[in-house]
Nanobody, 111 residues
Framework: QAQIVESGGGLVQPGESLTVSCVAS????SKWTVQWYRRPPGKERE???????????RYSDSAKGRFTISRDDASNTVYLQMNSLQPEDTGIYYC?????WGQGTQVTVSS
């Protein structure tokens, strides 16, 4: 049975960076598009970024230029590097692939 697990969330100050990770069992990430979403407090879940098997990427307008999605095939891990974080980036970050969601990892940006 497939399982996705996110990690790496935490509390950072505005302007700082953070990288969250997504690892899967039962899914080979290099064969599927992997997406990152986030749910800000009190809001709906929203798209952040995706990476395709051929490593094409796409970002939301808010993530473009600040976030980078990447994939390490050896460890079957997808990363989301987030720079210049702002309070509005606060939320639970989820990884999604092949109809499977992880449990999410909390990112809080606050001074």
């Amino acid at each position: 049975q497939a399982q996705i697990v996110e990690s790496g969330g935490g509390l950072v100050q505005p302007g700082e960076s953070l990288t969250v990770s997504c690892v899967a069992s039962g899914i080979i990430f290099s064969k599927w598009t992997v997406q990152w979403y986030r749910r800000p407090p009190g809001k709906e879940r929203e798209f952040v970024a995706y990476i395709t098997p051929s490593r094409n990427t796409r970002y939301s307008d808010s993530a473009k230029g600040r976030f980078t999605i990447s994939r390490d095939d050896a460890s079957n891990t997808v990363y989301l590097q987030m720079n210049s974080l702002q309070p509005e980036d606060t939320g639970i970050y989820y990884c999604y692939c092949r109809d499977e969601w992880g449990q999410g990892t909390q990112v809080t940006v606050s001074s």
